[in-house]
């Protein structure tokens, strides 16, 4: 089944969960296991690789509010433990677990729009593989 799609922009269809080639198909089997391929134009996606890069972004942008949060609670009102357990730690959970699948789902359709893959080293013949050469 070759037919010629367009390229579609990966983050529409990548936080939609559909497919990077067709924009059709469901890109996630679960809550963020990817399927083997399309059901409807059956792009394969073991090109997908996008580690713990969906984590590390959720993490890094949602624990600063939520930080921020936990500290004015703490000096503005002297709260117990138990506060923070029950509203800063449901926040930080909330904030980090939900934007997993669109930021997954926009960096597995980023590597297909930029046919991204794993580095490799350039043969020794090559030029680009030495030593930047003087001008």
Wanted: net charge positive; with cysteine; proline share 12%.
């Amino acid at each position: 089944m070759k037919a010629d799609h367009p390229p579609l922009e990966p983050i529409s269809t990548g936080i939609r969960g559909r497919c990077p080639r067709c924009g059709k198909g469901a890109l996630f089997q679960g809550f963020l296991k990817l399927r083997r391929s399309c059901e409807v134009c059956g792009l394969d996606y073991s090109f997908a690789d996008p580690a713990d890069g969906p984590a590390f972004f959720s993490m890094m942008v949602m624990a600063f509010p939520v930080t921020g949060f936990a500290l004015w609670l703490e000096v503005a009102y002297e709260a117990p433990v138990w506060v923070h357990l029950v509203t800063s730690l449901p926040l930080l959970l909330a904030l980090c677990i939900l934007p997993l699948r669109p930021l997954k789902g926009w960096l597995v359709c980023s590597q297909y729009f930029h046919k991204a893959e794993e580095g490799r080293l350039a043969p020794p013949d090559r030029p680009e593989s030495g030593p930047a050469s003087p001008k």
